[in-house]
């Protein structure tokens, strides 16, 4: 029966709702490496501002960072003596190169105090890597409190069997361990075919410092409270995680399990590893069994109990975040000046988009909806109520909506930066844009969009991906903006008039174009264009009035094959860019931008790909090109089109 509480699906809603305000919150500083999961940090301990312990832990994490420099995954160190020791390890994801894992180790160790800024003892995970310390001797000891729970909200079909193909790959993750020294790596992912088109993958890890038993017990306990019935989550243990998806998140191709070659030698002595090991499980299994049944029991009391109220709950809940979203038109008009031209931002593709500032000095923007849309206001509602559910640090929030007589409304958070385009365009505003902002922001759009493709309860399919839609923070971080349009507008699929295009020219697949065909990869390839417009700073469609090229896909092929790439690239750039990140950069874009869609990558690999240099990129064909003039087929049956299909 596993561990259903924690992911009912209100539950696991408000977890991901308060992870995602928290890392939007706490992200305002540039972008990092390591990409923060959680952390723990009791506030029960703390130490005192400028005390022993506090240098004591600055000293330690100067260790950890600077000794993540060696070629190795895991490091323990202790700093300080007597009373006010600090203990500490980092842990990076096994199959990591090292200088990703150092990157995250230096990253997560500036991270964490800000986080935990007078706590004793913290953990932080991170995608990457994990840190933890202590006031406490923790080291070889299987340690599993405080720990975490997290799952993707969204459910897997044929439940029962995903669940135990994912727990039986697990298994054999853990039974793989077992026999391993104390020291040695202990990492492992199986991925496994759950149907003919869908793998999931699967990872384990314990900090070596363990013993294969400690190892296996921890790997099993976490395993115990993994997720049902989801199609992706995560337990983290100080001591173990595990994970499981149904997208790579670790980097595929040769990483097995578990890696036979243990790094440095084991610390103890053979014998008394052995000894101390068998000891520990004959501790630790008797506490682990009764644990086990004391939460079976626990979780069969609270489950007959939730039942009866759940459905009463959530209902309730829906009507009262209905209630929290819906502002009144007077607020809305008072806010933005009664719409005045002064206050005017832009039009958008489904109205005017106005400036506002609440009575509270919240600034917001206000989209107000043409009014073509037929759909009822409850209906309205409910969609409103699902996107503005959608919440990741690289997507414009939606704060709300009004629904008045004829009007609506929709309310956004203010983005203050305007849009990419109006940077990317404009020779005088280029200098704003080096190669470092780009490169973070082409990162960002694709964790957006992955989280839109994968990680939201709802499978959205932007459809609508250009420069104009993605707007820039004041720390220049990307912000897309429009996703859920066509959810919210219910686009009619009887509606007689097709004559409206939802997409924009130059951005296009060809299977859209051509068949109204619509997928994720449609999505990929508007971002492929994206990454080639910001490389090379011009327009897509300024192609069509010069002499030169074609069309900006004909260019940056023929400078791909060339291998001249510095005329691609946008001259403003001057020389402040990598030239390896520019290339993957260029070849990942041309990946995207097949004529294929099952050779386009997914959104999954294409973060991994950005995130890791160590990953061999396929090699590009021709990309696809289109008709360049005017005068394509531009009408579009819109009837063809599903974006949005509740999973
Ligand atoms: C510890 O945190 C809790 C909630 O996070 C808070 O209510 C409490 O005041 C904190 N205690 C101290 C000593 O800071
Ligand atoms: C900690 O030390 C710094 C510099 O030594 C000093 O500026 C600061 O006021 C001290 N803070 C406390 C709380 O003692
Ligand atoms: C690291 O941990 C081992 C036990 O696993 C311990 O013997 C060793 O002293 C620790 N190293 C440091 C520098 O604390
Ligand atoms: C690595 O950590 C040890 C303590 O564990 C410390 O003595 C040493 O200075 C660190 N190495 C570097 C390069 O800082
Ligand atoms: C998930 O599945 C449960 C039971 O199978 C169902 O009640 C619930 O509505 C589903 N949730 C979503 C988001 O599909
Ligand atoms: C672990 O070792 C035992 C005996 O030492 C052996 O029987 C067992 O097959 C081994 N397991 C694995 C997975 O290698
Ligand atoms: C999964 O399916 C692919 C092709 O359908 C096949 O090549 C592969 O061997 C399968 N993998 C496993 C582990 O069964
Ligand atoms: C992975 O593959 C690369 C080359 O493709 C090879 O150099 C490397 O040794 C392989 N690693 C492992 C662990 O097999």
Avoid at 64 to 73: D, F, K, M
Avoid at 498 to 513: A, L, N
Wanted: hydrophobic share 35%.
């Amino acid at each position: 029966m596993g561990l259903p509480q924690p992911c009912r699906f209100n539950l696991c809603m408000t977890l991901l709702v308060l992870y995602f305000l928290i890392s939007f919150l706490s992200h305002t500083r540039t972008e990092a490496v390591a990409t923060y999961v959680h952390h723990k940090c009791p506030n029960t301990t703390t130490f005192a501002t400028n005390s022993t312990y506090q240098s004591n832990l600055n000293n330690l994490l100067t260790y950890l960072s600077s000794n993540a420099t060696r070629n190795i995954e895991f490091y323990n160190a202790t700093a300080g003596n007597s009373v006010d020791t600090v203990y500490g390890l980092f842990l990076c994801r096994g199959d990591l190169p090292v200088d990703t894992c150092q990157s995250c180790i230096a990253d997560a160790t500036k991270d964490i105090v800000q986080r935990c800024p007078t706590e004793r003892v913290a953990v932080g995970w991170y995608d990457e890597c994990m840190l933890h310390y202590s006031d406490q001797y923790f080291f070889g000891s299987m340690v599993t409190d405080p720990y975490r729970i997290l799952c993707n909200p969204q459910n897997i079909s044929d439940q029962t069997r995903f669940d135990q193909l994912v727990r039986a790959k697990l298994s054999g993750l853990a039974s793989g361990i077992i026999n391993l020294s104390t020291g040695a790596k202990k990492f492992g992912t199986k991925q496994a075919n759950f149907t003919a088109l869908r793998i999931v993958y699967t990872l384990a890890q314990c900090t070596p410092d363990l013993s294969g038993y400690d190892c296996t017990s921890c790997l099993r306990l976490a395993k115990q409270k993994l997720p049902s019935g989801k199609r992706g989550g995560r337990v983290l243990f100080p001591s173990c995680i595990v994970r499981f998806e149904i997208y790579p998140f670790y980097l595929t191709g040769n990483t097995s399990a578990p890696p036979p070659t243990p790094v440095p030698p084991p610390p103890t002595p053979k014998g008394k590893s052995h000894i101390s090991s068998l000891t520990i499980v004959a501790i630790v299994a008797p506490i682990i069994v009764s644990a086990v049944l004391f939460f079976m029991g626990y979780c069969f009391l609270i489950r007959r109990k939730a039942s009866k109220t759940i459905q009463e709950e959530n209902a309730a809940n829906e009507i009262s975040i209905v209630e929290s979203l819906q502002f009144d038109f007077a607020t809305i008009e008072a806010a933005t000046n009664k719409f005045s031209d002064a206050n005017k931002l832009g039009e958008g593709g489904f109205g005017q988009v106005y400036k506002g500032i609440l009575l509270n000095g919240q600034e917001i923007a206000v989209k107000r909806l043409s009014r073509w849309s037929r759909q009822g206001a409850g209906e309205f509602k409910n969609e409103v109520v699902l996107v503005a559910k959608l919440q990741h640090r690289n997507l414009v929030r939606l704060l709300g909506f009004c629904l008045e007589g004829e009007e609506k409304i929709l309310v956004y958070e203010f983005v203050p930066n305007k849009s990419l385009d109006y940077f990317l365009y404009e020779p005088e505003r280029h200098g704003k844009l080096d190669w470092s902002k780009r490169y973070k922001i082409i990162g960002g759009i694709a964790r957006g969009i992955l989280y839109l493709h994968e990680d939201s309860r709802l499978k959205i399919i932007h459809r609508d991906l250009k420069a104009s839609n993605v707007l820039l923070d004041e720390n220049m971080n990307p912000k897309i903006s429009d996703f859920g349009m066509a959810k919210i507008f219910a686009i009619d699929q009887t509606q007689a008039n097709t004559s409206r295009v939802v997409g924009t020219f130059g951005y296009m697949s060809p299977e859209y174009v051509m068949h109204a065909q619509f997928s994720t990869k449609s999505d990929v390839y508007s971002f492929g264009i994206l990454i080639l417009v910001i490389l090379c700073g011009k327009k897509n469609t300024s192609f069509y009035q010069s002499d030169g090229p074609a069309d900006l896909l004909s260019f940056a092929w023929k400078h791909w094959e060339d291998g001249t790439l510095l005329e691609f690239l946008d001259p403003t750039l001057g020389d402040s860019y990598l030239r390896n990140e520019v290339i993957r950069c260029l070849q990942i874009g041309l990946l995207c931008v097949q004529e294929n869609p099952v050779d386009r990558p997914t959104m999954a690999s294409i973060v991994l790909m950005l995130n890791s240099y160590s990953i061999t990129l396929p090699s590009p064909q021709n990309p696809a090109y289109l008709q360049t003039e005017q005068n394509m087929p531009l009408s579009i049956n819109e009837a063809s089109i599903t974006e949005v299909y509740p999973r």
